[in-house]
């Protein structure tokens, strides 16, 4: 009868640490995904931090030739504006009710 037990804890142990080693392969294959689903969101929302940037430079090219003058690089201006938003996205996307950012909520990521 002793021996039975023993028999049936070995059993149970290796079953155990099969299942173990599979939950550690699976974290090392969602870690894979997730790097990758990452830089995915993280594309998504430098393409919206450029696009934002993009038609505040519009709105100040439009008010400033409205005044009379006249945007002459607006590249610099582009990229004064794409810094200043990449800046305060995370930080108002992070602080909102859904606690993530756009690029996030696509790919569902925590």
Known sequence: MNEENN???EFETEENEVKTEETKLEKVQNKEVSFFKKILSNI??????LAMSGIILL???FILKLIGYNVIMPLGFL???YYI?????SSITENTKGKRS???KVFNIG
């Open 79 to 81: 990229l004064i504006f």
């Open 44 to 49: 998504i929302d430098q393409l919206i931090v």
């Open 59 to 61: 709105i100040f090219k």
């Open 85 to 89: 938003i990449n800046v305060l996205y």
């Open 102 to 104: 756009i690029g996030k």
């Open 7 to 9: 028999n049936m804890n």
